[in-house]
């Protein structure tokens, strides 16, 4: 424990410290505690620096604060430190930085008034907690009132809210709320609207019983318990009321700023109605009882309309206008005897003035006497055991009984409102169970305290104990439950201050024996108690300055009672006088049922018992007491006891469930939060004391896989264990020394208090540990970047400096280089010319030295080169003669080891040349040899293609060159012949010319003078083209300016036109969703009331049958079909028992002859049918076969030759092999060896083993060898055509060179060319593998769909005789020929050739059962013509029934031309009147949809019901269109309400009512509706009847219909959206788990039964399939989908807002990737463009914006433009509940909100906070025409419809 503490009180370490304006401060540590520290140094929030003193005996502890990521837990109880600090702090923030008024508290909901209307308790909210746990959403009075109907249910138990709290706290709100809840969840079971009643009982109670004072507006003045009963079905069947403690006191008196009771200022209000002249009412202000206040209006409240709420709730209870009235006039009547004015006579009389105004009116209002009113206000009778007197009253006891008789008054009238509301409520129905909701004030301590109060805190100090009790019993038995050892837990019992209070000689029981008292007072009763409990009792306490005060030490606080006024309040006497005045009214009936019967009163209030079953206890006197006998008159405080215990017991018997109001402050600010005011009322409702019992044990509990998830990061790898259990226990054996500290359940693991804390800080050390590492890490890459950055920078510039100084050191260097060669130079000439004399010199010298030396040396060399010749000569010889005789032997030796090698080799060789590794090794270097010639051939071809490329483009320009060439001397040629023409034309022109000239003056001339003129006119015309031009300029621009504005008005008109229009088309089409969406509702309601309607009609009927003894009504359909079959089998057996009479009687039968022989004409014609047909199909086989031939021949020549040589190849092989292995056999059996070779010898054996792999490797070798020669031959021939168009003459010198080449060769072209067909093949593999598998995933398919239909029908077929058996399985087989046939017809005929192959050997046995037909034809005829012999012999007397055999074996011809009727069947169907309830019932009633949507084609019952329509139009049957259409329509409405929650049923008849309105429309007859129709199905069109009304009665049935489908598909799916999309972690490891409280709460670690996204997509999935199965149309899936995907996203999104445990970051990653698989399933199925990824943009919004940053402004503006499918109600709602699961990750702030607030001010929005999940989007029926022709349509013997015929 020490540890633990130095531990957690450390530096920066957060503790609470009391502060007396805050109550609790926070504060930070300054410096590590050790143990021996008399104090700590802590730093507040404001940096203020304090020295917090310890105590020296206790030494005890700052509280801790608990970790930020669990302030604002949705439960108290999650808190790892419960106390009371972080109770308030938690409460705080979430109410003024989350804006959540609600809390849980253990099993307590604390609820905390905002001052302000909260959009959270709609109808919307209400389904949102429907039927989920209670700590599944977050904290809500709808979530405690389902845990009470809940658990009403699941345990028949009662149930019992209680809610309690101080006034203005909102308690009379949280019961109307669950009230509310409850007659919206539950409904009534009766059409008496009984929840419509049991809220409008709270109008009235609240008029009557609620008042403003200083700390509500609307504050009960009364306690109330409801009994809210239901029926075995848990319906609301009815509701009692009983009520506690009217405050009397407030009729006659108000303090400042209250008010009386709302009732008085209604009336008030509405004084000037007509209905209320008689009532002389004013304005408030004028009446003594509602003005004392001085606050007759409330702020934003209108009394004259709270008054017609009043009035109506009266009228819907049954209280009708007449008793409202005289109600009223009670009211008034109170409120004019407040005005009467009592005068002082004298000391002891007082007196009222005659004809006083009010007195006047208040008799005439009640219907008494003004004498004796007046007299018995200031009177009073006097009884003695002798005489009786009267007894002036002065004028203060005169005034205290007028008031006294208002307030008694005012009680019965609220007793008797409270009896007829009760009376309302009750009705004939047994009650099952009820949920009792109570309403009572909470602990009151004020600055006076009386009688009033007492009695308010004995009640609480009693609900307090059963509290105390319930909490202390749950907490035992959960610890029970999960086997933790259980040590009994101190908790305060507040039994002593009860029995303080209601004990014998009691406080109680001491007030009422001095009200027995004739000289009793207050002061006496005071002193009783001084005496009595002030020296026994330690609760007790007398005040110091006070003898008339005592104080009582609650359990919340201290309490100072006043003594005075308790004996007046506790007698509540009346002036009996003034009683008996009011009851001798003859006038006003009302009044006198008032007191007419006071002592049958059963509650304080003088209600009587209801009729639901239940005792009373009665606290009035008895009937048969004497109500004057003071002595047996009970006093209030006995009343009130006595029903406080008969409260007691009833909720003992029930389960409680506690609501603990809150009042934040006392000045009733929104949002305000006063932590003073908030402290005193959890200490006194009893939520501190749940938190202390609750740390007193382990409050902290965890399941074993939720801690692991969550402190899975403190464990080590080899810690993990399979079982979590174990893999727990052994961490915090580790981590949590002290094992006091926990407890292991059998499912749980508890924790003391502040332990979760511990951990939370380990797991937070551990964390930051690793993400300072992480941080580290990155921030050391960050640095290495800057650095190496840095550095390449600082290189860069020391490059460039250290070259700039290179430069200059080089200039240096060449400088001095340049010197030192001037020097070196210089020198070099001094020292060359000193050099060379020297040398010269030395060279003498040396001269003449050497060459002395030189000959001597000569002369000793040619001396020992002769020597050495001489030498070499001799050993040469000596050293051959002896190699001689080395060579000899060693060669010989040689030769005997090589013969030797050379032997074993051969053998050797013997044995590999038979092994395909030898092949290998000999063709390894060929194979190389091939690569180099292939590398160098494809050289030469790319040489060779580049050279004919360069020759080709050579030519084309020589030719293009010479051409040109030509053409140009040509024309030379031309203009050589032009030059000599023109020559001789010379002479002639000059003649010409001077003539020429001559003419020319004269022109110039003439051309002078009109140059003049035409220089004059041009001046003249420029100037008019001038003045022109300008004008035109003008024009021009005048024009330009108005062919602009005529242009920005024509845009401008354009483009508000197309506004405009645009707007009329969007405000259409809204308008037409909406009346379209108005339509649909209607007809909902339409069929709600027409199946109420029915079920009425069945109540009737059963009931009207009960009646009668020995009859059991039965389901109708039932019934029905059952008196059809037993007519059938009657029939039939009255028909079977005829035919054997008759076979008895007469031996044989004539009408079996006449079946017989139709038997045969059917067959021949079904035979002349088959046969037409299998010829049709045959040609058509032909044909097709012919055509594939044509197209497989050149595509198929390799493969055929392949085959044809492998065959080939392979046949001669095999029969060489058989050959060569009967040799090998007989030369083993045969010869000397015999016995030695047998079979089963050894050597037998393993010359057979060499035997069978030597023909195993010969097989496979020359299978290598074929495919190498077809593959050569195939690449020959497909490779020819090709290279002969690019590279002829290569080619052919190519092959012209292999051909002259050996072998080698030969191999090389061949396996170039199996290397380039490989190559091929593998490509085209690789292409046309996956095709395959698609398709032969499609034939499994359709494989298994056959073989269902063919198991079905082979069932059906087993069904039938003999003969039918035939018949249907031949149908069945051309039926099935046909489709395929059309299917292949349609295919690529390359991929079909084998499956025609198939359907021709199909069509030969077809055949051969054609040919079996007919032999059974002909043994029928030959039968046929026995059975016309006997009945021949046996014709006399019948001669007009006989037949001649000729007639009989000659009929079956005559219809030859039976199959061209058939073909012209005119897709028609016919029946008899009395067979159409036999097809309702065979089509629709008994159809099985899932063997009709797997065998039939899509849509056939509508197609059949259709056929049969037309006939009907057909023969003009008017009666038989109308019934069969309103059969058809009632009997799918009956099958859907028989089978409604059946998905395939509710879709199949979806699918066929639509195309049954589609056949409608497609055969009306209408242009709209032919234009796809084919000729042949225009002439089908209906003639005689236009059904229009009928097709809009049918697609009002569709739309029934789909929303019928909807509403099924939504409860499917409804479980499994919030479990899959929000709690399940499709992403392992993203979210946190945090700690949770005493609440259970979901879980998302999925387990056995959770629902996860793959269910959900699983489930779409089958929706989809089952859709497309019945042929829905594609346009009403997508509608149908986008619906689905609204109510994923609006119920989704709805839980998202309604708990805070979602909204993080990590859940906000969850949502996206669930988002994004939807998508992902919409792109496979090809449903992105329906519309249900837009319905999800909300969801997606909101996932983004738990996810984006939401600190800066900036992020405040991407919030509000990215959110625009959010409300500002719901971005608000999500940034408020936003959850940080770790302490990284930061809370939004309030200021950050309030930025959101004002951006988002101006949108025009609805300020709905949750979706609708309800709404259904308008459906529509797009016009899908059938393509297919009714006359092809064949009816299945599966479907019983034989009594059809086709027309």
Partial sequence: MNRELEYMFVQSARVWIPDAEEVWKSAELAKDYKNDDASLQLMLEDGTTIDHKLDPKTKNLPYLRNPDILVGENDLTALSYLHEPAVLHNLKVRFIDSKLIYTYCGIVLVAINPYETLPIYGTDIINAYSGQNMGDMDPHIFAVAEEAYKQMARDERNQSIIVSGESGAGKTVSAKYAMRYFATVSGSASEANVEEKVLASNPIMEAIGNAKTTRNDNSSRFGKYIEIGFDNRYRIIGANMRTYLLEKSRVVFQADEERNYHIFYQLCASANQPEFKNLRLSTANDFLYTRQGRSPVIEGIDDAKELRTTRHAFTLLGINESYQIGLFQVLAAILHLGNVEIKDRDSDSSLIAPNNRHLTAFCELVGVTYQDMSQWLCHRKLKTATETYIKPLPRLQATNARDALSKHIYAKLFSWIVEHVNKALVTNVKQHSFIGVLDIYGFETFEINSFEQFCINYANEKLQQQFNMHVFKLEQEEYMKEQIPWTLIDFYDNQPCINLIEAKMGILDLLDEECKMPKGSDDSWAQKLYNTHLKTCSLFEKPRMSNRAFIIQHFADKVEYQCEGFLEKNKDTVNEEQIHVLKASKKFDLLVELFQDEEKATTPTGQVPGTGGRTRLSIKPDKGRDTSSKEHKKTVGCQFRNSLQMLMETLNATTPHYVRCIKPNDFKLAFSFDPKRAVQQLRACGVLETIRISAAGFPSRWTYQEFFSRYRVLMKQKDVLPDRKLTCKNVLEKLVQDQDKYQFGKTKIFFRAGQVAYLEKLRADKLRAACIRIQKTIRCWLARKKYLR??????????????????????????????????????????????????????????????????????????????????????????????????????????????????????????????????????????????????KIDEQNKDNRVISERLVSLESSYASESERMRGELGRLRGVEEDAKNKTNQVSSLLEELEKLRKELSVTQQEKKTIEDWAQKYRDEMEKMVSELKDQNGLLKKEKDDLNRMIQEQSQQMTEKMTRAIAQETQQLETDLNEERSRYQNLLTEHLRLEEKYDDLKEELAHSTNVSKPGHRRTDSTHSSNESEYTYNSEYAELEDGSRVGEDVTRGMDTSLTLKLQKRVTELEQEKQSLRNELENREEQFQRARARDDAQFRKARGAELEYESLKRQELESENKKLRHDLAEMRQSLLGGAAAGAGAPGSPAYKVLLDQLNASCEELEVRKEEVLILRSQLVSQKEAVHHKETMTEPSVFAQDVNKLKDADELKQAYVGLKDTNRLLEQQLQAQRRTYDSEVESLRGELQNVKEENNRQQQLLAQNLQLPPEARIEASLQHEITRLTNENLELMADDPTASREARVIILRRMVDLMEQLEKQDRTIRKLKKQLKVYSKRIGEMGAGHTEGQTSPGQMVEEPIHPVNIPRREKDFQGMLEYKKEDEMKLVKNLILELKPRGVAVNLIPGLPAYILFMCLRHADYVNDDQKVRTLLTSTINSIKKILKKRGDDFETVSFWLANTCRFLHCLKQYSGDEAFMKHNTSRQNEHCLSNFDLAEYRQVISDLAIQIYQQLVKCMENILQPMIVSGMLEHETIQGVSGVKPTGLRKRTSSIADEGTYTLDSILRQLSAFHSTMCQHGTDPELIKQVVKQLFYIIGAVTLNNLLLRKDMCSWSKGMQIRYNVSQLEEWLRDKGLMNCGAKETLEPLIQAAQLLQVKKKTDEDAEAICSMCHALTTAQIVKVLNLYTPVNEFEERVSVAFIRTIQTRLRDRCESPQLLMDTKMIYPVTFPFSPSSLALETIQIPTSLNLSFLTRV
């Fill in 790 to 935: 840095q550095r390449s920078a600082a290189i860069t510039i020391q490059r460039f400096t250290r070259g700039y100084q290179a430069r200059c050191l080089a200039k240096f260097m060449r400088r001095t280089q340049a010197a030192t060669i001037i020097q070196k130079y210089q020198r070099m000439c001094v020292e060359r010319k000193r050099f060379r004399q020297k040398q010269a010199a030395a060279l003498a010298m040396q001269t003449i030295l050497r060459a002395y030396m030189a000959r001597q040396k000569y002369q000793a060399l040619l001396r020992e080169h002769k020597a050495v010749i001489i030498q070499k000569h001799v050993r040469g010889w000596l050293a051959r003669c002896w190699y001689k005789r080395c060579l000899e032997a060693i060669v010989y030796l040689q030769c005997c080891i090589r013969r030797m090698r050379a032997k074993r080799e051969l053998k050797k060789l013997k044995i590999e040349a038979r092994s395909v590794e030898h092949f290998k090794k000999l063709n390894k270097g060929m194979e190389n040899k091939i690569m180099q010639l292939q590398r």
